[in-house]
């Protein structure tokens, strides 16, 4: 049997099995002597025995048990074939698990050696039965499977903590995408909802029960689609394609077809007829098989360009497609107006293959940074007369500075869905075009050229709203604006923040942790936000599935947050409206004791310019401040509270400062752009 030892566990995982931060391991490693000594890794990222580990803990008070969570995955992380071989092994037990829970519980009771043995025969029976003979999931032998035995009996226990082998698997799955961002190009799920969702509705009442996803990744665009018969996924990573096939198996009951291969040159499923195609492919490849497939037949609306990847995989989806079938393929903008593309562009729409094209906000989907289109796709009947008509989308507008974390995804659904059914009368949102008016020279298909542009400050009575408002905000700050007062410089006693924390005057924690608990949203105070003077912007992440949520950091009103890089001098004093906010990253928050600070008193002093240049150290690309060695006067509570009342004001008057330059700057952009397209007249 093999034993627990051989299971490793890195300083991370160390701390997250003890709930604390990863500076706390590397102390406990310098100053107990006792502590468990690597087994493996390398000098500079060792990794421990996950028993020896826990024994530690469990000795030291750290830790009363493992959760099993945490035991499986540390597990899995350790598999000796790698992460993604145990996690295609342990999707075999649950499959099992899954299709004859029976056959499992009697294959339990027997040693580890014997079910080691005999598990791949089962195996083998189950993976033919769900995905037939010619599969993508193969049948790991006895001597992978006798290694993994105690992976998968614990893999199995989880399956009975989470509700299911499908959550086990996804909770598993999921931790492995979130520690590597940069291994995988993932679909978020609300984009890979709207996206079936759109390929139902462009379906027209007809069942999409036959659905094609060519680059399918891990099956995240598959798993969205609503009760389908049959899924078909193919892509070029055969370890994609497994756990592809796996994740859908566990999902439901659909009919699963996964295959490994390069699709636009081995395609896996040539006589597929599928009522529906989502696809997130590959962008800006060179080698997609341009100089073999010159005489490919899917290439119906013209031979695609070197540089136009994008534009064979539109076309093969097209192909796979039955008459009437829709396809909705995520889209680099670029797509819609390169020269090199534009004869198959225009091909498209005079067939009336190509029925919409959407512009998603700047991080609907990696790459974050750039706002990506979708592709609405219908494959034309031999009969059928082309639409006169495209429909162009533009979400932009409705959601402006969002980031990938905190789009409002519900609203983006619903503009674009009313937006294909008819609903929307916002011409800045959606608009049809006649394809007439498209077949230019260009064939440029970016809907912002088409959508009438919102004017940046708003109508002309709008704009005089705005300087009525900057009038009086102007008033407001020069009624704020201090008077320096003069004063006898004397010396002062001083402490320091570090000293106040240990006197119980004040507590100290750090933000950037914790995650929103399931079905919650929390706002996150952010380091901009503090800089800026703005209200919360951010959200925590979700946790993975079946993760206990990770307790945040909430701020609560006279909190003192102050930012640790960047060399600045500032501190926000947190209010009731900000109150309730997890604190975030590069944060540090001080809670007065209301006894013997006032906050405002607080946050005066930690501003001084001289006050940070003596607190911060300088590396080669940041300065850090070091927040416990920050001063400030040992004064009595009336005079903490006399001088705290100067800094509020100060802080009122800075408030109002920036107003009026938000003001100003949005009176000034919307005069330039009223002037420009005649909504506004010179005075």
């Known amino acids: 049997m093999p034993e627990e030892s051989t299971t490793e566990v890195t300083a991370a995982g160390i701390a997250r099995l003890a709930g604390v931060g990863r500076a706390a391991v590397s102390n406990w490693r310098r100053r107990h002597a006792d502590f468990p000594k690597p087994v493996g890794g390398t000098e500079t990222s060792p990794s421990f025995s996950l028993a020896d580990i826990e024994q530690w803990l469990r000795d030291q008070g750290k830790l009363a048990e493992v959760p099993l969570r945490e035991r499986v995955w540390q597990q899995l992380a350790s598999h000796p074939g790698g992460t993604v071989t145990g996690l295609l092994h342990t999707g075999c037990a649950l499959l099992l698990l899954r299709a004859r829970p029976g056959a499992w519980t009697e294959l339990a009771a027997l040693p580890d050696d014997r079910l080691g043995a005999l598990l791949p025969g089962v195996f083998e029976e189950v993976l033919t039965a769900r995905f037939g003979p010619h599969r993508s999931v193969h049948t790991p032998t006895p001597a992978e499977t006798l290694p993994a035995v105690p992976l998968l009996r614990a893999a199995v226990e989880l399956a009975g903590e989470l509700g299911g082998a499908r959550q086990a698997f996804e909770f598993l799955l999921g931790r492995h995408l979130d520690a590597n961002p940069r291994q995988y190009t993932l679909t978020p799920p609300p984009l890979a909802e709207l996206m079936a969702a759109l390929a139902a509705a462009a379906s027209e009442g007809r069942p999409v029960a036959t659905v094609l996803d060519p680059a399918s990744g891990t099956g995240g665009l598959l798993r969205a689609v609503p009760h389908p018969t049959a899924l078909h996924a193919q892509d070029a990573d055969p370890d994609l394609a497994a756990l592809s096939a796996l994740r859908l198996a566990l999902h439901g009951d659909a009919d699963v077809r996964a295959a490994a291969g390069d699709t636009l040159r081995a395609d896996a499923f040539p006589a597929l007829a599928a009522d529906a195609v989502l696809c997130h492919p590959p962008f800006n490849e060179r080698a997609w098989g341009h100089d073999e497939l010159a005489y490919d037949p899917r290439w119906e609306y013209g031979f695609p360009a070197r540089t136009e990847s994008e534009l064979a995989w539109v076309q093969h989806a097209l192909a796979r497609l039955r008459p009437g079938g829709t396809a909705v393929l995520l889209m680099p903008p670029a797509v819609a107006s390169r020269r090199s593309g534009r004869r198959i562009r225009a091909d498209l729409l005079r067939r009336g293959a190509l029925r919409a094209v959407i512009a998603l906000p700047a991080g609907a989907a990696p790459p974050y940074g750039i706002p990506l289109h979708l592709w609405v796709l219908v494959r034309p009947g031999a009969d059928e007369r082309p639409p006169a008509e495209t429909l162009f989308v533009d979400t932009a507008g409705l959601v402006p500075d969002a980031g990938r974390d905190k789009l409002p995804w519900p609203a983006l659904k619903n503009a674009v869905l009313d937006a294909w059914t008819g609903r929307g009368g916002d011409e800045s949102v959606a608009r049809t075009v006649p394809v007439i008016e498209l077949l230019d020279d260009e064939v440029d298909l970016a809907p912002a050229r088409y959508l009438a542009a919102p004017v ?128 975030g990253r590069n944060l540090q928050l001080l809670r007065p004791e209301p006894a013997a600070l006032d906050p405002w008193f607080l946050a005066g002093f930690l501003r001084g310019t001289a006050n940070n240049r003596q607190a911060s150290s300088f590396a080669s690309t940041a300065t850090r401040l070091d927040v416990r060695r920050l001063q400030l006067p040992r004064l009595p509570p009336a005079d903490q509270r006399r001088h705290g009342a100067h800094f509020r004001s100060l802080a009122e008057f800075e408030e109002a400062l920036r107003l009026a330059a938000r003001l100003g700057e949005q009176l000034v952009q919307g005069l330039y752009d009223g002037l420009a397209d005649g909504s506004v007249e010179p005075a």
């Open 456 to 583: 940046a400050g708003g109508t002309a009575p709008e704009l005089a709203a705005v300087r009525d408002r900057l009038d009086e905000t102007l008033r407001r700050t020069r009624g704020l604006a201090p008077t320096p007062v003069p004063a006898r410089p004397a010396p002062r006693p001083l402490t320091t923040v570090g000293e106040l924390a240990r006197t119980g005057a004040l507590q100290l924690r750090t933000g950037g942790s914790g995650t929103a608990p399931a079905g919650g949203r929390v706002p996150v105070l952010t380091e901009h936000d503090v800089l800026s003077g703005a209200a919360p912007s951010g959200t925590l992440p979700a946790g993975g599935p079946g993760e206990e949520p990770e307790e945040p950091v909430l701020v609560a009103e006279g909190d003192v947050v102050v930012p640790v890089l960047g060399g600045g001098s500032v501190a926000r004093v947190v209010d009731a409206a900000t109150a309730g906010a997890a604190l």
